[in-house]
Structures are given as structure tokens and as C-alpha cells.
């Protein structure tokens, strides 16, 4: 699930979008305790991130793990 722009409160120079729920990569263990398979996990955070500078080249420029969560969704497992 991907976080949405909130249209009035958006500008040329600055993006807000709304909040999304998940478990924050600050904590391996708390990942682990969720189910969360960090492996699986960081390969799709790169992909996402190759994907956005290469094809897109619109990307995260701010890529810590406070500005990422991790959710674990039935059908796809440990996703970004």
C-alpha cells in the first residue's frame, strides 16, 4: 500500500501524503517478533529503490529507516 498526496496541501516544492500503518525498521527484533522476514524484506526495499532511480527517476531522498515501514500482507509477504 502506497501513501497518497494529499491534493490541497500539496505544492511544487513540498509533498504531504497521508499516514500508513506499519512496523518502523528501527528494530530488528520487533520485525522478527511480527513475522516480517527481513531478507525478503530488504531485497524488495532495493528493488523499489533501483526501480525509482532508474525507470522513474523520482526517489525516497531521505531513505532511513524512520521514514520506512514494513507490513506483512497475506498474499505477498514482508513488503516495504
Not at 491534493?7 to 517478533?33: F, P
Request: aromatic residues 6%.
Amino acid at each position: 500500500r502506497l501513501p497518497l498526496p494529499m491534493q490541497n496541501l500539496v505544492t511544487q516544492r513540498v509533498l504531504v501524503m497521508n499516514y500508513c500503518d506499519g512496523i518502523s525498521l528501527k528494530s530488528s527484533e520487533t520485525l522478527a517478533n511480527a513475522g516480517i522476514d527481513c531478507s525478503q524484506l530488504v531485497a524488495r526495499v532495493c528493488d523499489a529503490w533501483a526501480c525509482q532511480i532508474l525507470q522513474y527517476g523520482v526517489f525516497n531522498a531521505d531513505p532511513h529507516p524512520g521514514n520506512l515501514l514494513a507490513q506483512l500482507d497475506k498474499e505477498y509477504g514482508s513488503v516495504p
